[in-house]
């Protein structure tokens, strides 16, 4: 991290008599809180544009005739400043303004979900007038929307303000005027915004309320927990409201670091699959071929019985949603129990060079590029990375930056997509597949961070030539994943050949340290590099595997969902661990359930490689971790792991030093794809399986469509609103045709939304070929 | 309804006046009702259209000033004005005597579809108090005659001329005329001493404007 050593040039004013320094340009409101007086305010938000539209922190200024805003007026020299604390005029000020405020406000505290936690209803207390002179009839709106109260608005311009300023998302505004401004949309463009949950948790009263929790709790039957997301690799801090075991909510929590005051509504709501349908009870299959709930210890010992035969033929799919203690148990478990390196948590599409690149530059590199790093770059490439979907927070921080004027955004994608418009972004227009030729043509230097993405892996070369790039401009390079668990992961080994914190499975000495703190004889574990997920499924489909121990992987994710199963179908003996039934499921010998992050403590590692521990937040429902039921496996196999518990994991796998002999970088060439090609990412609101059961976040997602240029379309016959069918030699898929601002002879999909099931339907990678002819017309 | 392709490329034009096209907007919303006699959503959809903005941007504009109507209007726009001045010097009477006439409230369009009448602020010619709009031109030291006369010629379609010269052609012309469109087609309002008094009050005493140095 460097330290920004410029001076601050002070001014110094006085605020209530008291002598007070703060840096130039800071707000009077601001000024005063350094001296722990408390304006009232409504409208003001440090993370917003000042507008002053409420009058709710009106201050004495020396010399003003008139009271004045000090959420919008910065200090000055000499400056003296009296607030309600010393002034009447002040005092009288703010107490005239929350008379106004109140006079169309509904005063329904008892029935209104802010209750409770209202600044309204506080600050009417502190600096209002105990009973309303106001007898005359109250204004009264219908509730089209069904979310909003509008009558209980302050006309503060909070929300629009985040939609406009932070999400970029202006659907909301403040329409009408006088005693009939109100907030609202316009009826054909309804507040789709990934970000929507903000503006419900910063309006300052009760007039925007969630859907979801709406009627449904008091914020003093909560219990609130601090969190960290498990929807992505932002790594949002987040509070969990618990009643009595169950989640009610979930709100961003305040790190300047990472998410600011922000989260986005994946974040925000999708937490439903903590409570519903979950696996309770260990199951087992009989010999009639049916699983059986069958108790822990019988299941524990069935799991170790059936993996300790199947020794010399066992390998693990572990997927990205792990803590990096649950993975580090895996990773152990993997090579010092079943003595295998045929272990890899990538279910998503993967390559070899994206082994090499992430053990040679990912593992074990500690904090790399920081959120504060993006804010500050001149200029910041995306490449293969669509920051809107794949990790909100990173959108937030770009749009901040650019902003403010300082950094411009590249992004080489296939084409002009609506995030990438709210960072006003240079647009390299490339087919899918040929990202390598658009990045090396670029011109980078030393204030440039180069982001790449998750499909980067599937275009041959791309994750060499950033690599390259990187090294030659100066520019700094990190990788961004999409899912929470996936640096956590890779620092923990989860992938063949990488042992704990970047060291090499190959390099005798650090094989020899990983033993020693496992605890096993040198010899038991593997002494080359394993298979990667793609070819575990692919032995596993020949039938060479024994054994398979899968946790955490949604077969939906994998690169064909239908081979994938096969593989399972195909090994004789499947132990999953899993939170709730799932295809993988119905063909295991052994199902163990596992608790969700709720339900234990750990530590995500973010995409900065910052580490973000969270507590438990539910006790009552008993669930184990997966490095517990790991630790019992091995006891019943005779490997003594120890209790396996989360502290004593983390502290594990600190002891793993740095290694001294790095994989070396990839070296790939590229291998352009010749022909139309398919690009494709995950929409953040999609079908993925920790999002089900949130019918409200759902209504949210975007349109399931068919991207592609109208050169390339006329050159089908295709017309804009047509169905087409794209297709591989696995099968197809038909959605409607929509033309983009892109590059020609790529079209672009949803991975996993409604129709356009990339995965299961075409068994296709971002940039393979792909396809396409009219089908079915209008 | 649909717009025809003249408006999109008025509308076009109008954002290429401005070095930031969104301070077309007024003028955009000044045409879009020129032609359906209201701001409909169709005519919201048109500016967000041509300016790239939101249709809830272009909404709050739109909603927050009383001249765009989102709803339909008549053939004329009568506006009286109730301001203190006006009011004392006889527009409250004007106001009541037509409103009744008309049977016909604030904001509320005359049966005939003729007449959409209106109390409005200030139009900063208290000069002329009390004043009366029609179609947005001034008809000055207006009196309930007068304006009675003005009203029944223009529902039965004779030429009424503003007391500063323009004629009174429709709302829907003088919105044209706001959207920045066919200056030449009206006669520039006259001046007269009586607006120019003050001013030259000013000059007698050496009055000026206070430096806008602070
Ligand atoms: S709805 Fe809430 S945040 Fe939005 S303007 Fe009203 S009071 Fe402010
Ligand atoms: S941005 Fe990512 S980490 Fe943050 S709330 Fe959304 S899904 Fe969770
Ligand atoms: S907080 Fe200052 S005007 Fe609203
Ligand atoms: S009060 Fe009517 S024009 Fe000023």
């Not at chain 1, 030539?465 to 989860?494: C, I, Q, Y």
């Not at chain 1, 740095?658 to 994989?663: E, I, L, M």
């Not at chain 2, 509308?11 to 020129?34: F, I, N, T």
Request: net charge negative; charged share 25%.
């Amino acid at each position: 991290m460097t330290i920004d050593n410029t001076p601050v040039e002070l001014v110094t004013l006085t605020i209530d008599d008291i002598e007070v320094q703060v840096p130039k340009g800071t707000l009077i409101i601001r000024a005063a809180e350094q001296l722990g007086v408390q304006v009232p305010r409504f409208c003001d938000h440090p993370l917003l544009d000042p507008v002053a539209a409420c009058r709710a922190c009106l201050v004495e200024i020396e010399g003003q005739a008139k009271p004045q805003p000090s959420c919008a007026m910065t200090v000055a020299e000499g400056m003296k400043v009296r607030t309600q604390v010393s002034s009447v005029m002040a005092d009288e000020a703010q107490k005239g303004v929350m008379e106004f405020l109140l006079i169309n406000h509904p005063l329904d505290c008892p029935v209104c979900d802010k209750g409770g936690e209202c600044p309204l209803q506080n600050q009417a207390m502190t600096n209002g007038r105990g009973e309303s002179r106001f007898d005359g009839e109250k204004r009264e709106f219908e509730k089209p929307i069904n979310v909003s109260d509008r009558e209980r608005c302050v006309s503060c311009a909070r929300c629009t303000r985040f939609a406009d300023q932070v999400a970029g998302d202006p659907m909301i505004a403040l329409l009408e005027r006088g005693s009939q401004q109100q907030v609202g949309i316009s009826d054909d463009q309804p507040f789709d915004s990934y970000f929507s949950g903000n503006t419900i948790q910063i309006c300052p009263v009760g007039a925007l309320t969630s859907a979801k929790y709406r009627f449904r709790s008091r914020p003093f039957d909560l219990v609130s927990v601090p969190t960290t997301c498990e929807h992505c690799a932002s790594g949002c801090s987040l509070r969990t409201d618990i009643r009595r075991g169950n989640v009610m909510r979930r709100l961003a929590w305040d790190d300047p670091q990472v998410n600011e005051e922000w989260n986005c509504d994946k974040g925000r709501f999708a937490f439903p699959y903590v409570q519903e349908g979950r696996l309770n009870q260990p199951l087992v299959r009989g010999e009639d071929g049916l699983l059986h709930p069958a108790s822990w210890t019988e299941a524990i010992d069935v799991a170790a019985k059936g993996l300790a035969a199947a020794s010399g033929a066992t390998a693990v799919l572990a997927g990205g949603r792990h803590t990096v203690e649950d993975a580090y148990a895996i990773s152990k478990f993997a090579r010092a129990v079943l003595g295998t390196d045929d272990v890899d948590f990538r279910s998503r599409p993967h390559s070899t060079e994206e082994t090499q690149f992430l053990s040679s530059v990912v593992a074990g590199s500690g904090l790399g590029v920081t959120y504060a790093d993006l804010e500050k770059a001149a200029h910041v490439v995306l490449v293969a990375f669509e920051p809107e979907d794949e990790s909100p927070m990173i959108q937030l921080r770009l749009r901040k930056a650019v902003r403010r004027g300082r950094t411009k955004v590249t992004a080489i994608t296939s084409h002009v997509t609506s995030g990438n418009k709210k960072l006003n972004a240079t647009v390299i227009a490339t087919a899918a597949g040929h990202e390598v030729s658009a990045l090396s043509e670029l011109a980078l230097d030393a204030n440039t961070i180069i982001l790449v993405g998750e499909r980067a892996a599937s275009v041959t070369g791309l994750l060499t030539a950033a690599t390259k790039k990187a090294k030659e401009s100066g520019a700094k390079l990190a990788w961004v994943p999409r899912r929470a668990g996936d640096r956590g992961a890779v620092d923990a080994g989860l992938l063949p050949g990488l042992l704990p914190n970047g060291n090499s499975l190959t390099d005798s000495s650090a094989r020899e340290k990983a033993a020693d703190i496992w605890n096993v004889e040198n010899n038991t574990l593997p002494f080359a590099a394993g298979r990667d997920f793609g070819a575990i499924v692919h032995a596993a489909v020949n039938g060479e595997l024994k054994a398979l121990l899968i946790t955490s992987v949604d077969v939906e994710d994998t690169q064909h969902s239908a081979s994938t199963l096969q593989a399972i179908e195909n090994t004789p003996f499947v132990v999953s661990l899993e939170i709730r039934p799932s295809s993988i499921t119905e063909l295991a010998n052994v199902v163990l359930p596992v608790a969700v992050v709720t339900e234990k403590s750990g530590t995500f590692i973010d995409w900065e490689g910052r580490p973000r521990n969270f507590g438990q937040a539910i006790r009552e429902h008993n669930k184990l971790t997966d490095g517990r039921v790991l630790a019992m496996i091995a006891d019943a196999m005779d490997v003594l792991l120890g209790q396996q518990d989360v502290a004593q994991l983390r502290a594990e796998l600190a002891q793993f030093a740095a290694p001294t002999n790095r994989v070396d970088a990839p070296s790939h060439g590229a291998d352009v794809p010749n022909g139309l090609t398919l690009s494709t990412w995950n929409q953040l609101i999609d079908d993925g399986a920790l999002q089900e059961g949130e019918p409200f976040l759902a209504a949210t997602s975007r349109n399931v469509i068919a991207g592609l240029n109208s050169k390339t379309a006329a050159a089908h016959s295709i017309a804009e609103g047509d169905l087409i069918e794209i297709s591989t030699s696995l099968g197809s898929i038909t959605v409607e045709a929509i033309f983009v601002d892109g590059a020609e002879n790529t079209v672009w999909l949803p991975t996993n939304s409604g129709e356009s099931k990339v995965r299961t339907n075409l068994g296709a990678a971002h940039g393979n070929i792909v396809t396409i002819k009219r089908g079915g017309g209008q | 309804m649909t717009f025809t392709e003249t408006t999109w490329n008025e509308a076009k034009e109008l954002a290429g006046r401005y070095p930031h096209s969104r301070s077309a907007l007024l003028p955009m919303l000044h045409l879009v009702q020129s032609v359906e006699g209201l701001v409909s959503s169709d005519g919201i959809a048109l500016c967000a259209d041509v300016l790239d903005l939101a249709t809830a941007e272009v909404a709050a504009v739109a909603t927050f000033y009383t001249m765009y109507k989102r709803h339909n209007t008549g053939k004329h726009h009568v506006g009286v004005c109730t301001n203190t001045m006006c009011g004392l010097l006889g527009g409250d009477a004007i106001w009541n005597a037509i409103s009744s006439d008309l049977n016909t409230g604030h904001d509320e369009t005359s049966e005939d579809g003729k007449i959409t009448l209106e109390r409005i602020e200030c139009q900063a010619a208290c000069t002329h108090a009390p004043v009366v709009t029609l179609d947005w031109e001034f008809f000055d030291d207006a009196t309930v005659d007068g304006v009675r006369k003005a009203l029944s010629d223009l529902r039965e379609g004779k030429e009424v001329k503003s007391t500063r010269g323009p004629v009174i052609k429709g709302l829907q012309a003088s919105e044209r005329l706001l959207a920045g469109f066919d200056d030449d087609e009206f006669d520039a309002p006259a001046i007269d001493e009586k607006m120019l008094a003050g001013l030259h009050r000013a000059r007698e005493v050496g009055q000026t404007l206070p430096s806008s140095e602070v």
